[in-house]
């Protein structure tokens, strides 16, 4: 089927930080959580349209009038900095919403803050981790023997490194869901996660993010950072920054990817984003097929 010929594919995007914080990741050089996640679904197949939601500021994730979530092919979950387990209005009304879209039978995916509310609305746990802050790039994600048949991760080497930023991490899983990859700093790295007439592919890693992200992250964080023995000092931390986004903006660096370790896995946007593209393949688009 050709480009021309191909039906539209509608995607939610759940952007589920606050407003504040998207502002404030804008002002120290990255994009805003939801746009830059639509941005790059998008890239990945040329029959994409998104509606981009903001469920955790008030109304902020109030559908387009007369829609509801079954009108939709799938729903996408972004990161955030928020933790599920404080509860409130701004995370409550994400786990509603994702318990809307498995009892319609709609295919979601989550990156990081995303497979935590699909795990949480399916009647899992989520816990700070405790072994700390996982920063900058996960190492060595293991695929589970589960893996073999799954297809999010059809075309990815095991083991492998993937861009990152999380403090907390899914403790129990849902039941029926299928643990698909994890490493040394968290059992959960990937799940499958079947509730109600749903399925949710999640990750705990960010598959739509760049080096140039990261670093914004790591930026916006700051003194806390420091605070935390990741970096020896303000300046330090500056260098690493820097040095992320001298390699976003010419991959070939090889001298700052040898000094960090970062490989094609994380370098080349193909391999970085194969699980959201198998997913628009693979669960978003015979789902919107079945639906005509």
Avoid at 10 to 18: E, Q, S
Avoid at 20 to 45: F, I, K, M, N, Q
Wanted: proline content about 5%; hydrophobic content about 45%.
């Amino acid at each position: 089927m050709t480009a021309a010929t191909m039906a539209t594919l509608k995607l939610l995007v759940m952007d589920g930080n606050l407003a504040e914080t998207d502002a404030s990741h804008a002002r120290h050089g990255g994009r805003p959580t939801g746009a830059h996640y639509a941005e790059v679904l998008r890239s990945l197949r040329p029959d994409v349209e998104c509606i981009v939601l903001h469920p955790a500021n008030p109304g902020g994730g109030e559908l387009p009038a007369g829609l509801g979530i079954e009108a939709f092919d799938g729903v996408a979950w972004t990161g955030s900095a928020l933790n599920i387990y404080n509860g409130g209005p701004a995370i409550q009304a994400q786990v509603e919403l994702a318990r809307v879209a498995f009892r319609a039978g709609v295919p979601q995916f989550g990156s990081c803050w995303g497979l935590q509310v699909a795990t949480v609305a399916a009647g899992g746990e989520v816990r700070a981790n405790p072994l700390g802050r996982e920063l900058g790039i996960g190492r060595r994600i293991r695929l589970t023997e589960a893996r073999a048949a799954h297809p999010m991760f059809a075309g990815k080497a095991s083991p492998f490194d993937a861009i990152t930023v999380h403090m907390d991490e899914v403790s129990v899983l849902p039941s029926g869901s299928t643990l698909l990859a994890g490493n040394a700093v968290s059992r959960v790295q990937a799940a499958e996660i079947r509730h109600g007439k749903g399925v949710c592919w999640g990750v705990q890693y960010h598959p739509e993010y760049d080096l140039n992200e990261i670093a914004t992250v790591i930026l916006r964080y700051g003194q806390r950072l420091v605070d935390a023995g990741f970096f020896a000092d303000a300046a330090a931390q500056q260098r690493f920054v820097e040095d992320l986004r001298a390699l976003h903006r010419d991959p070939g660096r090889r001298d700052v990817a040898w000094l960090y370790g970062i490989q094609e896995d994380v370098l080349d946007p193909r391999i970085r984003r194969i699980e959201l593209a198998n997913w628009l393949e693979r669960l978003v688009a015979p789902h919107a097929a079945a639906r005509g």
